[in-house]
């Protein structure tokens, strides 16, 4: 958690930084290239972030943004779970990290479309990555979902477990939805509510 830009970004930056100054030794200052870069290096910043807390049975939040959704359903795999989705918007930091020790599973790609997140159909049709784990015996699913300004979701060489705090990945504006049980689960968060990555969203029982 300790990197100023995220992985993703070192190939678009360094072209973009090569560009500009390509064209301003044999041309001019350019403005235009100057603000790209600088949106670029605002994209793919990787701010210092630190774990709330130490605790094994304690849930962080895998990304900075906003609580959109908490909801109790039925799972087809976990049975009666509690979805926590957290949205990521483009001027947050699009990193995300493991939100507690895992083992993982099984990891499974769907491709699919980049539409915005706000549409009820996006969930279905969006790009997205499924990450089935277990923590302290409890099966768990992290899902990612891509948003509309990302063109592929970036899943880093995750291993096969991974402590809290680990990088899994980057998108620019998805949503992470975190299933978990439902009799397990202690929430500190509500809807609405804004948080950093590392931050204490509540307590696995």
Known sequence: MNKYISKVGYFTIGICLALFFIVWIFWSFSILIFLILLLLLFLFRTPKRTLACMDEKAI???I???IVKIQNLNHCLLGECIEINIKNFFYNPGTFYACFKMKINKIQKKYGLFLCNSL???KDMNENVSIFAST???NIIYQIY???LDRKLNIYNIYSELNAGDEIGFFINGSISLFLPKDKIRIQVGLGDKVKAGALIGYLE
């Open 64 to 66: 900075d943004g906003k």
């Open 60 to 62: 962080l939040s895998p």
């Open 120 to 122: 009820k159909s996006s």
């Open 136 to 138: 302290d015996n409890k």
């Open 146 to 148: 891509a948003g509309s």
